[in-house]
Structures are given as C-alpha cells and as structure tokens.
C-alpha cells in the first residue's frame, strides 16, 4: 500500500476512533486534523492551523464535520489533485462535488461507531479514482473494519442496516445485561456472561449462507417442551422479528429524507 498523507476536516469522536486506527496500522506518512473546537487533540493527530493548511498538507481528506455545516466548514478550500473521502451522513456524491471545488476524486463512505473498537462496517462507493487509488481507498478504510464496495444507490439501505443498527444490538445486549441484574447477578457477572454469548453467536451465524440455514441454528436451540422455545414463544408474541426489521425500514426512511434534504 501507498503511504500517504490523511487529513480530517471535523475531528470529531468518530474522526478520533478512525485516527487511532490509523496510528495503530502504521500505514500512513502522517496524520492531521483541523476542527474549531479546542479540546480536539487527541495526540493522534498533528492539528493543523487552519482547514486550507490541512487539505494543503493531506493527500486523502476526510471530511467528518456534521452535514449542517459542511457548506461553511469546506468554504473557501481547493480540492483539486486531493481524494476527498466523506463519511457524512445523507450527503451524496453529487452534493460532495458541489461542496469541494476542484475535487475529481471522490469516496462517500458510511461507516458505523463500531470504529472505536476497529471494526466499523464501511460501505463506500469510489468516484473519479483509477483502480491505484480505489485500492487505497479501500486499504484505508480496511484500517478500521470491513471494507466493502457499493454503488451509491445502496447508501440509504446501508445507513440503516449497519449504520444504525448497533443501537439496536446494544440495547439487547442491555436487556440481557438486566434481565441477569434482576435476577440476582452484578451487573459485571450479567454484562461478561451475555457479551461473550452474543459474540460467540455471531460468530456462529458468520457461517450460514441463506435465511433458512440461520434459522436452522435458531431451530437446533429450542427443543420441544425446553426452556428456550417459551423464550421464543414470548418473542413471537412480541411480533419480533417485525419490530426489528420496522426499526431498519425506519432508519433507512429518515435517511432517504436526509439525502433529499428534508
């Protein structure tokens, strides 16, 4: 991989968590950040003066300030010869280009909060860039998570699947966690022993290849007349599998209205 310059314009925690990773992975020349904010240093990032200092000093530019004020945080700056990665939420490519002048080279992204831990899920979609360059792109985001490839038009579907849904996922973990604190445990006890069960069945369900083979390991835990099938009994009557997937469809609403500026 090509070792290069990166730059954050917004060093937010989720410029921090993917500023780390970088660190951490050795891959690039040097790290910068420019934010407004005084307490933005972190120690992974030399903080550039000035936005046009840092997009002066960076080769690949990511830009993590919040939608709402990106038209004001990139006014003014030169991107010609930079690749431009955005990980803004609702801010489409064609928006991207009209917000940085001169850029040519283009990488939307959206990751998720799992970067703090190394593991985000980071849907991107390249533009402008020769096969070289998605390749860095590509090496860059894999710093901090899987790295997949999409076209745009998956991006709203994206924000809600993985984008959103570790909320949903740590707040059943949370209700397991309590479930154990209820029922006599230290939060500690009930924290570890849930955690490690719901990492352990990911790791099962990584194997399957259809819906039904999923559910197949579902069924292969719930024996006839056991405990676990009145587990499930109870979730059916709570509708939910629905309820999960409506959760999404919801996600997945606000952020089409997002990208349409709604």
């Known amino acids: 991989m090509k070792r290069v310059n990166v730059g954050f314009i917004g060093y937010g925690n989720m410029a921090k968590a993917i500023a780390a990773s970088f660190s951490s992975c050795g891959k690039t020349d040097g790290i910068r950040a420019y934010d407004v904010s005084s307490s933005a240093p972190d120690g992974n990032a030399e903080m550039c003066a000035s936005a046009s200092e840092l997009v002066s000093r960076s080769d690949v530019v990511f830009l993590s300030v919040k939608p709402q004020s990106a038209a004001d945080a990139l006014s003014g700056l030169d991107f010609s010869g930079k690749i431009v990665v955005s990980i803004m939420a609702g801010t489409n490519i064609a928006k991207l280009r009209?917000?940085?002048?001169?850029?040519?080279?283009?990488?939307?992204?959206?990751?998720?909060?799992?970067?703090?831990?190394?593991?985000?899920?980071?849907?991107?979609?390249?533009?402008?860039?020769?096969?070289?360059?998605?390749?860095?792109?590509?090496?860059?985001?894999?710093?901090?998570?899987?790295?997949?490839?999409?076209?745009?038009?998956?991006?709203?579907?994206?924000t809600?699947?993985?984008?959103?849904?570790?909320?949903?996922?740590?707040?059943?973990?949370?209700?397991?966690?309590?479930?154990?604190?209820?029922?006599?445990?230290?939060?500690?006890q009930a924290r570890d022993m849930s955690l490690y069960c719901v990492s352990a069945c990911m790791d099962m369900l990584s194997s399957a290849s259809s819906l039904d083979e999923m559910q197949t390991m579902i069924n292969n835990v719930c024996s006839k007349g056991g405990t676990t099938i009145e587990g499930i009994y109870a979730l059916d009557k709570g509708n939910f599998d629905e309820l999960v997937i409506s959760a999404v469809n919801a996600a997945i609403s606000r952020s089409r209205e997002l990208s349409s500026g709604k």
């Open 98 to 158: 009209s917000l940085c002048k001169g850029a040519e080279k283009i990488v939307r992204v959206m990751p998720n909060l799992c970067a703090r831990v190394g593991k985000s899920v980071n849907a991107y979609c390249p533009v402008g860039l020769d096969e070289e360059e998605t390749k860095l792109a590509e090496d860059l985001l894999s710093c901090f998570g899987l790295a997949e490839k999409f076209d745009e038009s998956y991006f709203d579907v994206i």
């Open 160 to 188: 809600g699947l993985t984008g959103s849904s570790p909320a949903y996922t740590f707040r059943y973990a949370r209700a397991l966690t309590e479930c154990g604190v209820r029922n006599g445990m230290t939060f500690e």
